[in-house]
């Protein structure tokens, strides 16, 4: 890919609709926008959406009354609506996988109860205390501690002696070895 600089000439000619001009605009950052958000975002439509969504704000920005004012810059600004635009789609992906958390918890609990129902949550009760009880002490402090006790991180830390970042990797390690027993126990 070879790089250029852009001028007033083009941006004039982007300002009026050239369709030459536009082309060369959505296939020159339209390549770059692709190779940055390739390592960013997953699949190919999230790519697409940010992507279009790019081109749309410059353009708008490009044809706005005031304008630019230094085409010298341009590459600089669609590098920057593109940023703006993939903050927007990660808050609003992290807003839609959070929003199951808002929900009340009345939704998400059956208010009938039903006798196969109490026998299948005891038999999953005592399959997970039985795994829990078979981890390492360790472990059954860390998943004790952070996520049955719902203890205060920063205290568990004082308690420990540990960082916030080396607890947060001693409990994901926990969860695997509790992970890996449980999938063994359904196995069996």
Known sequence: MQFIAFDAPYLERLQRGDAGTERHFAAYFGELIQLKLRRRLNGKE????????????????????????????????????????????YRSHRRMESSIDE??????????VSTSGLFEADETER???????????????????????????????????????YLRVLVHRAKQSFKSSYMKSLGE
């Not at 929900?103 to 009938?112: A, G, K, V």
């Open 127 to 165: 399959a997970v205390r039985k795994i829990l009880g078979d981890l390492p002490e360790r472990d059954r402090r860390f998943l004790q501690s952070v996520l049955l006790d719902e203890r205060d991180k920063d205290e568990v830390c004082a308690e420990l002696g540990l960082t916030r970042d």
């Open 103 to 112: 929900l009340p918890q009345r939704d998400f609990i059956d208010q009938e």
């Open 46 to 89: 999230a790519i697409e959406d940010v992507r279009q969504e790019t081109f749309v704000r410059v353009l708008a920005l490009v044809r706005a009354k005031d304008g630019i004012r230094q085409p010298e810059r341009l590459g600089a600004l669609v590098n920057s609506v593109c940023n703006l635009v993939l903050l927007e789609h």
